[in-house]
């Protein structure tokens, strides 16, 4: 190992250690005092605004001269509007219930034993993402919320806007009398700081949580030595069902595609219920093209639209982040749920039909995190569920599923009250 690989190692070490601290001292932090901690790191976001957008141009700057894909700039820009909803949620997280110390059940043995299970935090989170810096800031403050210390590597193409969001948060720390080890930052672009967060630093981390392209988290899940929270790519499907409304259906798939097309909640396939093809299917096809949107239809669909490109076996399993959407034309609610086990990635689906022994039906057969009835896709976001902000949508079946909030990110403890007891 050369010296300067060895420094990095050291480095990352250290900073494992201090996570260890930070979780304690968040363990001893009160409620009020997370709540104050939020709300500062809030004021310093919009007090520092025009730093953090000058060093987002920058990261802009380098993106456009190393080609970086549209999606991805997208995902990357920053403007006023944008930077003011950062701080709204950071707001809206301190808004939320505390869920350190709450009691999920509590109940009493035969013998007198009182039985709690409780809330508390998981310890030291690792949260290693691309190309969002709104990340740096919604992981601060769910992990804050939950009582977490989080390390925070983000991409090379976001490091200039995270290390000025990174600045704020430890503004806000520091104002509500809490540790900077509570919130880190990695400050290279070193990519084998990736591999020492995934080794554990000396058991330091927890949980390990990738948001990011499917190679990342591919590699996370491969190589992490510790518990890792899934975060799949939004493989989306909608259903319109022979039972659907047509304006309804036209509102909930145009807007569910193509309000914006790089998030992870974008429906990527189109599926239309055979039996009402010909009717539903034109309307919402030109709805769609209209607002710039490429389709690739299988043969059943380009019979009933014409000029469609020809869908791919591909195309069922391509996450575009976007103006691009899958189509293809099944049969009824079994064929619809049939194609999303096959092809989905248990991210979000929806059904539109005004049927509620389909909209049941697609709701017991299809198991995805997030399953909807006449909405759209683009709800998949831990904001609209009421958490404030989210560290991502789990599609994992252990632990936590769907967006990811500051409840998710809590374990329990069972805690046993007696007055004497021994066991025979």
């Given amino acids: 190992m050369d010296d300067a690989a060895g420094g990095l190692q050291a480095t990352m070490r250290a900073m494992g ?42 990261d802009l700057e380098k993106a456009g001269a190393n080609g970086l894909t549209a999606p991805m700039v997208e995902r990357l820009m920053l403007n006023e509007a944008r930077l003011e909803g950062v701080a709204a949620g950071v707001e809206a997280v301190a808004a939320i219930p505390d869920p350190l110390g709450v009691e999920t059940s509590r109940w009493t043995r035969p013998n007198g034993l009182d039985i709690a299970r409780v809330r508390t935090p998981i310890g030291v989170i690792a949260m290693i993402f691309e190309s969002r810096p709104n990340v740096t800031a919604d992981a601060a403050a769910l992990t804050l919320r939950s009582g977490n210390a989080v390390i925070l590597r983000g991409g090379s193409e976001c490091i ?21 080890q509570v919130v880190q930052m990695v400050r290279t672009t070193d990519r084998a700081a990736v591999g020492a967060i995934l080794s554990g630093l000396d058991r330091s981390i927890d949980l390990i949580i990738p948001r990011g392209g499917k190679s990342l ?18 493989l989306n499907h909608v259903f319109v069902h022979a039972a659907a409304d ?7 798939v145009l807007n569910a595609k193509m309000r914006r097309v790089s998030v992870c909640g974008s429906a990527e396939t189109l599926l239309v219920d055979r039996a009402a093809a010909a009717e539903l299917l034109p309307p919402i096809a030109e709805a769609l093209i209209q607002a710039g949107c490429e389709i690739r239809g299988d043969d059943a669909a380009r019979a009933i639209v014409a000029g469609l490109e020809t869908a791919t076996v591909e195309d069922w399993t391509t996450e575009y982040l976007a103006p691009i959407i ?39 057969q299809v198991d995805s995190a997030i399953v909807l009835v006449n909405a759209s896709t683009q709800f998949a976001d831990g904001g609209e569920f009421g958490f404030g902000a989210e560290i991502g949508i789990a599609t994992d079946k252990l632990h936590a599923r769907g967006p990811v909030g500051a409840e998710q990110l809590t374990t329990f403890k069972y805690v046993v009250r007696g007055t004497g007891q021994t066991r025979p």
């Fill in 160 to 180: 200039e806007s995270n290390l000025a969001i990174h600045a704020a948060v430890l503004k806000g720390l520091e104002a509500a009398g809490l540790p900077a």
């Fill in 326 to 364: 899958a189509l293809a034309v099944v049969d009824g609610v079994a064929g619809a749920a049939e194609h999303i086990a096959a092809y989905g990635s248990g991210h979000t689906d929806a059904i539109v039909t005004e049927d509620e022994a389909a909209a049941e039906a697609f709701i017991s």
């Fill in 246 to 252: 047509l304006e309804k259906a036209v509102a909930i």
């Fill in 217 to 234: 988290v591919a590699r996370v899940q491969a190589e992490a030595r510790a518990p890792v929270l899934g975060h799949l790519e939004g």
């Fill in 17 to 58: 250690q201090a996570a260890r601290e930070g979780a304690r001292a968040l363990r001893l932090a009160t409620p009020a005092q997370r709540t104050a901690a939020l709300t500062a790191i809030a004021a310093a976001i919009r007090a520092d605004a025009s730093a953090i957008l000058a060093a987002n141009a920058r």
